[in-house]
Nanobody
Framework: QVQLVESGGGLVQAGDSLRLSCAASGRATISTYVMGWFRQAPGKEREFVAAISWGGGRINYADSVKDRSTISRDNAKNTVYLHMNSLKPEDTAVYYC???????????????WGQGTQFTVSS
């Protein structure tokens, strides 16, 4: 069982930058998992944002964010990060981190999920 806790959401303005963090709690470790970030806007399906392999050697981004986002991980700190810049109002969503055994863009491939953190980009 991997319990994940996201943080870093809030209200920002268009063009700003933001860093989200996701930490595993308790005895869980993320070091053997692919870690992904997803987001879900009101009335929309959950969509893939980015994912990073357990060692960080493989990374995948959604086209909508790939030129302005960086996913990274610190296995020693049991934490994965998502840094986004040049934020747009359409980035407004609840952002979730998740753990999987494979690098995948499909939510169903991820067995463990955090509770999500909201961030809103104002125009």
């Amino acid at each position: 069982q991997v319990q994940l806790v996201e943080s870093g959401g809030g209200l920002v303005q268009a063009g700003d930058s933001l860093r989200l963090s996701c930490a595993a709690s308790g005895r869980a470790t993320i070091s053997t998992y692919v870690m992904g970030w997803f987001r879900q806007a009101p009335g929309k399906e959950r969509e893939f944002v980015a994912a990073i392999s357990w060692g960080g050697g493989r990374i995948n981004y959604a086209d909508s964010v790939k030129d302005r986002s960086t996913i990274s991980r610190d296995n020693a700190k049991n934490t994965v990060y998502l840094h986004m810049n040049s934020l747009k109002p359409e980035d407004t969503a609840v952002y979730y981190c998740a753990a999987s055994l494979q690098l995948d863009v499909r939510p169903r491939a991820y067995a463990y999920w955090g509770q999500g953190t909201q961030f809103t980009v104002s125009s």
